[in-house]
């Protein structure tokens, strides 16, 4: 695994490339390129704007669109979609902050919406 990887919270609008060996990852749907590891994964029952998604730890070759306030399901977050670095295709947002104290948990994760990936599980077969 090559790491290395730059905060959302910083000026900088983008993750930095990572590449996983021989680890179950998320591709994105497009182009392929790996988004995040499937250790990840916090929950499996998100919804996001175009149907079910996932709330993660982290992401990656990612870049960030700007922070808005955004009226979702569980009420109002600030949160910033996160686009693909290697199509820009939209796959879900980071949350930066909940108004409500109940949903604090959510804050510095991701939700990746399930249709804009691939589960890629690196399978290998024994000859």
């Not at 993750?15 to 749907?29: A, E, G, H, K, R």
């Not at 693909?84 to 948990?105: E, T, V």
């Amino acid at each position: 695994m090559t790491y290395n990887s730059l905060s959302p919270n910083s000026d900088t609008k983008t993750q930095v490339v990572l590449v996983y060996d021989d680890q179950p990852t998320f591709i994105c749907s497009k182009c392929s390129a790996v988004i995040a590891l499937q250790d990840e994964v916090i929950s499996k029952a998100f919804s996001g704007r175009d149907g079910r998604g996932y709330l993660m730890h982290s992401a990656t070759n990612i870049k960030f669109g700007r922070r808005e306030d955004r009226e979702l399901l569980t009420g109002v977050h600030t949160v910033a979609d996160v686009f693909c670095m290697g199509c820009n295709d939209r796959l879900g947002w980071y949350y930066h902050k909940a108004a409500d104290f109940s949903q604090k948990y959510k804050e510095g994760k991701y939700l990746l919406e399930r249709e804009r990936l691939v589960k890629e599980n690196n399978w290998q077969l024994d000859e």
